[in-house]
């Protein structure tokens, strides 16, 4: 009788063990798609979140899915393309992938909020890679957020585009 009830014990802790397998298979890191990465793999520097909205050039990081934190890099990464600076006087100017930019804005930086009000590229050749989503996002642009990630220009309440200084 000892034997038995040893017997099922040992089989009862083999079955739920087969059933937490997949459970705690599940706790390991995924892979993510080719230049994909975590928000968390952007590395903090506390002398971001206290930069001037205006005046700073800042630099296209990558588009962020804040549901599931993660960051998509831009595409391609030279030096000069997807930049931004907001100026004193309500304009702003900048680069895509290829070409100049430039527009007016109003920001509050008492509630975050930032709207483009014009928005012109100098010439729509070599807008390729994420050029046209650099330019929706950005006429679609409602918040800004500084913190140690860097600039944050809000286009959905969920996603993003990550800048840093340059």
């Keep these: 009788m000892k034997n038995v009830v040893g017997f099922k014990s040992r089989w009862m802790v083999l079955v739920g063990m087969v059933f937490l397998l997949p459970v705690l298979g599940g706790c390991q890191d995924e892979e993510l798609p080719e230049g994909e990465i975590r928000l968390s793999e952007i590395q903090d520097n506390p002398d971001y979140a206290s930069l001037p909205f205006v005046g700073t050039q800042w630099k296209l990081i ?32 900048g680069t895509t992938y290829a070409n100049g930019m430039a527009g007016k804005y109003e920001a509050s930086e008492i509630d975050s ?11 729509f050749a070599g807008e390729i890679h994420d050029s046209p989503m650099y330019t929706e996002s950005l006429k679609n642009s409602s918040d800004f957020n500084l913190s140690p990630k860097g600039l944050a220009l809000y286009y959905d309440s969920q996603k993003f585009m990550l800048f840093k200084p340059q």
């Design 62 to 93: 990558g588009f962020v899915d804040g549901r599931r934190e993660r960051l998509r890099l831009t595409e391609p990464t030279n030096e000069n393309s997807y930049t931004i600076t907001f100026l004193t006087n309500g304009e702003f100017s």
């Design 113 to 123: 909020s930032l709207k483009i009000l014009e928005f012109g590229l100098k010439s």
